[in-house]
């Protein structure tokens, strides 16, 4: 989530600082990608489990879309909404114009790449890969030839898969081989096994392979620097989790809020330094941690107010006293 904060906080994409074109386009070689992973890899933990050691509840189909469509789809729809009136308020600021009218919620709502809220499509390709549990299941719970078999199936798929935008289809395609690597790194336990006894080792390799992408005569360049931000992001927080075990302690339960909320936080940032004299360090360093807090304290604001119906419009769980 801290990826994807620091990916939206450039103020200005044809004007950036050295510092923050490099920031940027490292988050975006690999963040979304890194974000699916690590959502297979927690569905399996506590939707997929049955149980077995390491965690995990068994539960039925109709919980898990139930819980889906409530944690992730009401949520979405409530931003696109709230998405609309501001881009309507706000028109002169916005990069991209929208009219607010049905045809256009509509058409959002269909097409969630195209939502003024652009955001929805990762929300939309998350809730149909995590509708795939019944395939993720019987998957991980074959032979040794299915299991890794499909991974080479979706390994393909996501350089060639059908580019359709309706309902965020082509994005499951092209997003499924990242979300079932991390339910099989969950389900064979890799980094209780590996990672951990070797952060540095893994932060190492992803260095390497993140520079190798770099080689002009190098195919799969875009792949490969993925796969190194994931390596060296993987690194990063196990060395982290190592020596200061606390250091996203302010924020690690509210990583949904903060995609949600966080860039309309950072927007108004943006606004800001469009019409106030703010070095562009001092603002782009706001940005960050509007990005991050806003979204913290407005959630810890209505877990106080614990009041149901607006919790679920966050994706927030009502506080048991």
């Known amino acids: 989530m801290l990826w994807v904060v620091i990916g939206h906080s450039p103020l200005d994409l044809k004007t950036m600082p050295g510092y923050a074109n490099g920031l940027y386009h490292f988050a975006y070689s690999f963040h979304m990608p890194l974000f699916m ?8 933990l506590t939707r997929l489990n049955d149980g077995r050691p390491g965690g995990g509840i068994n539960w039925s189909y109709y919980r898990i879309f139930k819980d889906k469509a409530l944690r992730l789809l009401l949520p979405g729809f409530v931003f696109s909404f709230l998405a609309f ?10 990069e991209r114009q929208t009219t607010f009218s049905l045809r256009e919620i509509i058409h959002s709502f269909l097409f969630p790449g195209d ?13 149909w890969l995590m509708m795939l ?15 890794w078999g499909m991974a080479a199936v979706l390994a393909v798929l996501h350089f060639w898969y059908p580019h359709v935008e309706l309902l965020c289809i082509g994005k499951v395609f092209s997003y499924a081989i990242w979300f079932y690597m991390g339910l099989l790194i969950s389900e064979e336990g890799i980094v209780e096994r590996f990672l951990i006894r070797n952060s540095w080792t893994t932060l190492a390799i992803g260095i390497v392979i993140y520079g190798i992408s770099y080689v002009d005569y190098i195919p799969l360049g875009t792949f490969i620097a993925t796969v190194g931000g994931i390596n060296v992001s993987l690194g990063l927080a196990l060395v982290l989790d190592k020596y200061l075990p606390k250091a996203f302690f302010t924020f690690r339960n509210y990583t949904y809020q903060i995609f949600l909320m966080g860039i309309f936080a950072q927007i108004a940032v943006k606004i800001a330094y469009r ?3 703010i070095p562009y360090i001092g603002a782009y360093m706001l940005c960050i941690l509007a990005g991050l807090y806003v979204p913290v304290v407005v959630s810890k604001f209505m877990e106080r107010i614990n009041w149901k119906p607006l919790l679920m419009c966050v994706g927030l769980k009502p506080v048991k006293k």
């Open 275 to 277: 019409h106030i004299n």
């Open 37 to 44: 992973l690590v959502s297979g890899f927690l569905f399996y």
């Open 133 to 147: 549990a019944p395939l993720w299941k019987l998957l991980i719970n074959g032979s040794c030839f299915l299991k």
């Open 85 to 94: 009136v501001l881009k309507t308020i706000f028109s002169g600021e916005m």
């Open 115 to 127: 939502n003024p809220f652009a955001e929805l499509w990762f929300i939309a390709t998350l809730f």
